[in-house]
């Protein structure tokens, strides 16, 4: 009889969350969603904000939105984006694990973006001051919705997705970085330092007097007070490439007096690599090095 009452509670339950999952996966529930977070973007935030539908996994816990659209419809909105700017996503969503979900300081595991594309156009002084990023880096993901409501970010991953940023100045043309294809950009910041893995293909950057391109870039980094440590690093430009891998040690915050110890595999053009090192001696052929670098940044030996 016990044994019974068991498997029918277990029934009920499966059935009960079966139901609950649905519904929150429903048109219905997506529709009363849109309509309190729109509350939280009024008319007068210059923000437009929708999404299809929302997803909830189990194992591991996650929720997710389908199909996300985020636009700055005018100058002076709440996100201090320029107008214009746009997120949109085929998902996003988090993962946690199912404890958290009821705790007041809920910690999610991961914030991920899919299938994104990222145009953002950053007025100048909308930051509100100068922010050191060692300090954004070496900081956990922190946000508050009401003095009882805290979530800890782990960590944030893009895949397959596109990124356009314009970082407009008060003189001079904009700085501009530009992501063809972020197959997996990955970032942890916690206290006291971070990591980073990244695949990354088509890189641009430009600010009026410098236009760097480079056709791939792949690593994966650590970082605290302490230095930089490069488990690998494979950078490609036109025809040079080079594999790099090794530690930089010091005080973080002063990158000339770092000691770098790193052993670097380089090929590609003779003509390529003297242009990108402001040669203007007339080289030809091919260069294929295996180099060790040691010292300080501002004086390698």
Same mark, same amino acid.
């Given at each position: 009889? %016990?044994?019974? *009452?068991?498997? =029918? &509670?277990?029934?009920?339950?499966? $059935? #009960?969350?079966?139901?609950?999952? /649905?519904?929150?996966?429903?048109?219905?529930?997506?529709?009363?969603?849109?309509?309190?977070?729109?509350?939280?973007?009024?008319?007068?935030?210059?923000?437009?904000?929708?999404?299809?539908?929302?997803?909830?996994?189990?194992?591991?816990?996650?929720?997710?939105?389908?199909?996300?659209?985020?636009?700055?419809?005018?100058?002076?909105?709440?996100?201090?984006?320029?107008?214009?700017?746009?997120?949109?996503?085929?998902?996003?969503?988090?993962?946690?694990?199912?404890?958290?979900?009821?705790?007041? %300081?809920?910690? *999610?595991?991961? =914030? &991920?973006?899919?299938?994104?594309? $990222? #145009?953002?156009?950053?007025?100048? /002084?909308?930051?509100?001051?100068?922010?050191?990023?060692?300090?954004?880096?070496?900081?956990?993901?922190?946000?508050?919705?009401?003095?009882?409501?805290?979530?800890?970010?782990?960590?944030?991953?893009?895949?397959?997705?596109?990124?356009?940023?314009?970082?407009?100045?008060?003189?001079?043309?904009?700085?501009?970085?530009?992501?063809?294809?972020?197959?997996?950009?990955?970032?942890?910041?916690?206290?006291?330092?971070?990591?980073?893995?990244?695949?990354?293909?088509?890189?641009?950057?430009?600010? %009026?007097?410098?236009?760097?391109?480079?056709?791939?870039?792949?690593?994966?980094?650590?970082?605290?007070?302490?230095?930089?440590?490069?488990?690998?690093?494979?950078?490609?430009?036109?025809?040079?490439?080079?594999?790099?891998?090794?530690?930089?040690?010091?005080?973080?915050?002063?990158?000339?007096?770092?000691?770098?110890?790193?052993?670097?595999?380089?090929?590609?053009?003779?003509?390529?690599?003297?242009?990108?090192?402001?040669?203007?001696?007339?080289?030809?052929?091919?260069?294929?090095?295996?180099?060790?670098?040691?010292?300080?940044?501002?004086?390698?030996?």
């Amino acid at each position: 009889m %016990g044994k019974r *009452i068991f498997w =029918v &509670f277990v029934l009920l339950v499966g $059935i #009960s969350s079966g139901l609950v999952v /649905g519904y929150i996966q429903s048109e219905r529930f997506a529709e009363i969603l849109k309509t309190q977070i729109k509350r939280q973007f009024p008319e007068g935030s210059g923000l437009h904000l929708d999404f299809d539908r929302i997803t909830v996994g189990i194992l591991p816990p996650s929720a997710s939105v389908v199909n996300l659209r985020l636009v700055a419809e005018r100058a002076g909105n709440a996100a201090g984006l320029g107008k214009g700017s746009q997120v949109t996503a085929e998902r996003l969503g988090i993962t946690f694990k199912m404890i958290q979900a009821f705790s007041r %300081g809920i910690t *999610i595991n991961k =914030v &991920f973006i899919q299938g994104g594309n $990222i #145009s953002l156009s950053i007025p100048p /002084g909308s930051g509100g001051g100068s922010v050191d990023p060692l300090d954004v880096l070496f900081s956990p993901i922190r946000v508050s919705l009401d003095p009882s409501l805290h979530f800890f970010v782990r960590q944030i991953e893009l895949r397959d997705s596109r990124l356009s940023l314009s970082l407009e100045r008060r003189a001079g043309a904009p700085i501009r970085v530009d992501l063809e294809k972020m197959g997996l950009l990955s970032l942890a910041p916690e206290r006291g330092g971070f990591s980073a893995v990244a695949q990354l293909e088509g890189l641009t950057y430009s600010d %009026g007097s410098v236009r760097e391109r480079l056709e791939a870039l792949k690593g994966n980094v650590e970082a605290d007070p302490a230095g930089l440590r490069i488990s690998s690093l494979d950078v490609q430009r036109k025809q040079e490439a080079a594999h790099v891998e090794g530690q930089l040690l010091g005080n973080i915050r002063e990158f000339g007096n770092l000691k770098m110890d790193l052993k670097a595999i380089v090929r590609g053009s003779a003509s390529d690599l003297a242009e990108f090192v402001g040669s203007t001696g007339d080289l030809s052929g091919d260069i294929l090095g295996d180099v060790r670098v040691r010292g300080a940044v501002k004086n390698p030996s």
